[in-house]
């Protein structure tokens, strides 16, 4: 019985949570694969999930259905997204404030392993430095004191898109951005796991092979331990399913699509622009979201 991702190719808890009811009742989606554009049906009933792991920035629009998810039977946890970015990088997150006291609420209604909290990615600029970024963990990891027990780091990966995307937001502002060395990267990581570690929470790296070690080992995102702790079944042995190198993984299917996020982050990895986006949005229908837009015939 599969592990469901919902989702890391877009924010389904923010933006689709009527679509991911939808399937639950229907118990099935179908998910096409981004690369060789074959279309599968992934069962959602209750007794073919074994969990499911969330991935948002924002599960406020979820949490009436998280609720009624609960009621029916699912369990799960959430990857929780909190960065506290200025706007010009993240224009549609909610203020740090409301997004840590949804994650209070997540975990007073479903249990102390719900929430795992990302800072991610890491972004250094003229504008958000290390002090910066220090002062700003800080701050957060005060607010989440007694949401969560665990926080996922990374650095932002210039992927083409990333590039395209972010590099402009920056020189429109007159800013620059700074490429760390792998060492000044595992500093700045064993800094964050010291403020992290005396707020209570164990910090790990995601797709960081290079800061990785006794300070800060490797994360498991889709987490088999955190996994068995909120189903109350053996999972730990799902097997090892890595995206990418430094990747922890286990085995999961993911049911969203890229290129259907709107939010508009700048440093975006799952959607090539806004606009695509929200064109892929608003011409997708209900039934094929996770198809990106396109109308498969069965």
Known sequence: MPVISASRRTDIPAIYGAWFMDKIEKGECRVMNPFSGKVDTVSLKLSDVDGIVFW??????????????????????????????PRFLERSSPAVSLAVKTAHELCGLFGPKTVVWR????????????????????????????ATDACVMSFVDWYRKV???????????????????????????????????????RIAACCEPDVEGHEIPRASCVDSVRLSQVTGKDLRRLPPAPTRAGCGCRASRDIGAYDTCPLGCAYCYASRSREISLAKMKGTKREDMSLGGRTVEK
């Not at 599960?59 to 970015?85: A, S, V, W």
């Not at 000044?184 to 010291?194: N, Q, T, Y």
Request: hydrophobic share 35%; net charge positive; proline share 4%.
């Open 119 to 146: 800072y991610d990615p890491i972004i250094l600029t003229s504008a958000t430095d290390y002090e910066w970024h220090m002062k700003n963990i800080s701050m957060i990891a005060d607010g989440l004191n007694g």
């Open 163 to 201: 590039d395209r995307n972010l590099n402009p937001v920056l020189q429109s502002r007159g800013l620059t951005a700074d490429n760390p060395s792998a060492g000044e990267m595992k500093a700045f990581a064993i800094a964050m796991g010291d403020v992290a570690r005396s707020r209570g929470l």
């Open 56 to 85: 948002s920035r924002n599960y406020r629009p979820m949490i009436e259905n998280l609720k009624r998810l609960h009621d029916m039977g699912y369990r799960f946890y959430c990857q929780f997204t909190i960065n506290g970015y």
